[in-house]
């Protein structure tokens, strides 16, 4: 996708992506996203649960939020990051992190009916691959009290740094270590619920299995 002038980097442009692989790989790696929109009371920036389906990012919330109120009628700063790993330098200001960031301009849209609600259990599969087959089922009352909300891929920009240390050449004899300490999210064993007798479903054995 072409930048426009609010999404085209020029801090560290050589780091910028514009095409649609690499941004839906950041989001379909993201858990949370934070929305930063401003109203009458100031600035916000909100975290929430999110996830994606074709050129769409996808969040949910309570009706009488108000945020999802402010959210269908303006628009908004959509962020994502992921922390890959911390870059020592021998100078303090050459000191860096490598990561993978998004950040997505636009305005969301309600997503009403069946596409709710299949957008929902897209959510659940996102968390759990194979869980929705097994819950009790969202009811009328749930799905009538939550709002789904989208906002479309189309003006966003990406920011990747994957390097190592950058020194400057008077720097590199200066007695420290230097180098990259790499980052990773990782799974932890599952804690089942102490009212819960059943065995693991596959999805829960395979967990410890992501790292």
């Known amino acids: 996708m072409a930048p426009s002038d609010r999404t085209r980097i020029h801090r560290v442009a050589t780091n910028a992506h514009y ?10 790696d993201a ?5 930063a929109f401003a109203d009458g009371k100031g600035a916000h920036c909100i975290p929430t649960a999110c996830w994606r389906e074709g050129d769409h990012l996808y969040i949910h919330g309570s009706n009488g939020s108000r945020m999802v109120k402010h959210l269908l009628e ?3 700063c959509v962020t994502i990051t992921h922390l890959d790993g911390l870059v020592l330098a021998r100078s303090a200001f050459n000191h860096s992190m490598n990561y993978r960031s998004a950040m997505i301009y636009g305005r969301f849209e309600a997503v009403e009916g069946d596409a709710a609600r299949h957008a929902m259990e897209a959510l659940m599969e996102k968390l759990a691959p194979g869980r929705q087959a097994e819950i009790r089922p969202g ?6 009290a939550t709002t789904v909300l989208r906002i479309p891929l189309t003006e966003a920009a990406c920011k990747i740094r994957s390097d190592g240390v950058d020194d400057d050449p ?8 230097a180098g990259v300490l790499p980052w990773a999210r990782t799974p932890l064993a599952p804690q089942p619920d102490a009212a819960c007798t059943l065995p693991e479903p596959d999805y829960v054995s395979r967990w410890i299995l992501c790292s």
């Open 19 to 28: 095409d649609t692989a690499t941004l839906h790989a950041i989001v379909d």
């Open 31 to 35: 858990y949370l996203c934070h929305i």
């Open 74 to 76: 303006n628009e908004c």
């Open 139 to 144: 009811s009328d009352k749930e799905y009538a």
């Open 170 to 177: 008077e720097d590199l004899n200066w007695p420290v270590w």
